[in-house]
């Protein structure tokens, strides 16, 4: 996690002020791993391929200065897509009403998958209302593993 939080710190403020928000990080794969970044637009207007290539070429030279992964690896430079992850307190709250799914590290009432409206995000705490029963679930969002949204076709 901490080469994570050093990518971002060494990429985020220019994708801020090229326009874009940072949703995510991510590194994965053992052989050649890919280091994915997540972008959209700060105006939440459509991210195009041209957005795309051009952020990815920031990104590319400021990691080729600072060279934070030792290894070889692929940079993707992607939209959140239909399927957004959720990955902070913000998106809940922007996201209120959205059909998700989400995955707790803790179970709740037995369970840790959840699938179900966003009703509200008090403080701390996501209201989720599943689609498979009346009552809401109290979730902190300390205890969110995973979530994302459901696309809406």
């Given at each position: ?61 400021l990691l080729d200065v600072e060279d934070p992964i030792e ?83």
């Amino acid at each position: 996690m901490e080469l994570i939080k050093r990518i971002r710190d060494i990429i985020e403020p220019t994708l801020n002020s090229l326009g874009y928000h940072l949703v995510r990080v991510q590194l994965s794969g053992q052989v050649r791993p890919t280091l994915q970044v997540m972008i959209e637009k700060t105006d939440l207007s459509a991210l195009s391929i041209d957005d795309c290539v051009k952020a990815s070429r920031q990104v590319s030279a400021l990691l080729d200065v600072e060279d934070p992964i030792e290894s070889a690896y692929q940079l993707e430079v992607t939209s959140p897509g239909l399927d957004r992850p959720l990955v902070s307190l913000q998106d809940y709250v922007r996201f209120q009403g959205a059909e998700i799914k989400l995955e707790t590290v803790v179970p709740l009432e037995g369970r840790k998958r959840f699938k179900g409206t966003l009703s509200q995000t008090k403080e701390e705490i996501i209201l989720l209302k599943p689609e498979d029963s009346e009552a809401t679930v109290e979730i902190a969002y300390s205890n969110i593993l995973k979530a994302k949204l459901v696309p809406q076709l």
